[in-house]
């Protein structure tokens, strides 16, 4: 399964929304429990990624609210409702309903 | 507190060897699928080997296939990668990851990471 992230890089006013998409290449919606195989990492300079965002919207503990996953099948979107400082990141998408594969990563950064 | 420490990264040359080892503390291991995940330099996330908790079932990306192979010692609360054949492709750092529960699950905690770099 292929993951393309759309845009490539990105730049937000601080307090502003930012929005970054996924596009699978086949849908990683599992029928049988009806969940879609779709996390979402944020990865800052010189650090390991942090799920932030599973099973396409479930928020992981200790993840600000600001943070949200939405979409099904093939499409998705991570929101961040009002850009912080600290958000400056590379993100990625992931599916793991086949094997793992992951998108090729969203720039962020603060306009 | 659940950590994960990579060691046994370095620089070696195209077609020689590497082990890397993952040494896992804060939960029970023995219950939790493993995977390593590479990073080339500038470059985003790419997944290599996973191993189930028990470690009877282990899965390798294509690129990696019939090179490297994934184990774990849960007597020691270590998984391991084998990686043979090394390519300069190959340079990356290496990740262990801790899977959320079973195989087909997000990966919920990573380790900082062991660098790898195949050069002549």
């Known amino acids: 399964i292929v993951m393309t992230q759309s845009p490539d890089s990105l730049a937000v006013s601080l307090g502003e929304r930012a929005t970054i998409n996924c596009k699978s290449s086949?849908?990683?919606?599992?029928?049988?429990?009806?969940?879609?195989?779709l996390a979402w990492y944020q990865q800052k300079p010189g650090q390991p990624p942090k799920l932030l965002i599973y099973?396409?919207?479930t928020r992981e503990s200790g993840v600000p609210d600001r943070f949200s996953g939405s979409g099904s099948g093939t499409d998705f979107t991570l929101t961040i409702s009002s850009l912080q400082a600290e958000d400056v990141a590379v993100y990625y998408c992931?599916?793991?309903?086949?094997?793992?594969?992951f998108g090729q990563g969203t720039k962020l950064e603060i306009k | 507190e659940v950590q994960l420490l990579e060691s046994g990264g370095g620089l070696v040359q195209p077609g020689g060897s590497l082990r890397l080892s993952c040494a896992a503390s804060?939960?029970?291991?023995?219950?939790?699928?493993m995977s390593w995940v590479r990073q080339a330099p500038g470059k985003g996330l790419e997944w290599v080997s996973g191993?189930?908790?028990?470690?009877?079932?282990?899965y390798h990306a294509d690129p990696v296939k019939g090179r490297f192979t994934i184990s774990r010692d849960n007597s020691k609360n270590t998984v391991n990668l084998q990686m043979n054949g090394l390519r300069a492709e190959d340079t990356a750092v290496y990740y262990c990851?801790?899977?959320?529960?079973?195989?087909?699950?997000?990966?919920?905690?990573w380790g900082q990471g062991t660098l790898v770099t195949v050069s002549s």
């Open positions: 086949q849908s990683v919606l599992h029928s049988s429990n009806n969940k879609n195989y």
């Open positions: 804060g939960f029970t291991f023995s219950t939790y699928a």
């Open positions: 992931q599916q793991y309903y086949s094997s793992r594969t």
């Open positions: 191993t189930s908790g028990s470690g009877d079932s282990t």
């Open positions: 099973w396409a919207f």
């Open positions: 990851a801790k899977l959320s529960s079973g195989i087909n699950s997000p990966f919920d905690h």
